[in-house]
């Protein structure tokens, strides 16, 4: 009855594609972008999900206005 109780390898994996989305989630809306490519970007990665979040990190990354 003991191993009913601990993570799977997919339990942990799915976890960790949460995580790296919220977090993804949360870059998105501390930064800021030219027009609307904020909401471009969070509806990709809401629609994309984990890929979406790679996309981001690669791509929109490079698109955030710089601090002053």
Request: charged share 10%; with cysteine; aromatic share 20%.
């Amino acid at each position: 009855m003991y191993y009913l109780a601990m993570p799977g390898p997919y339990q942990i994996i799915l976890l960790l594609c949460i995580i790296f989305v919220i977090t993804t989630f949360i870059d998105i809306l501390k930064s800021k972008f030219n027009g609307n490519s904020k909401l471009v970007w969070f509806l990709v990665v809401f629609f994309l999900n984990f890929f979406g979040a790679i996309l981001y990190f690669t791509i929109g990354r490079k698109q955030k206005l710089a601090k002053q």
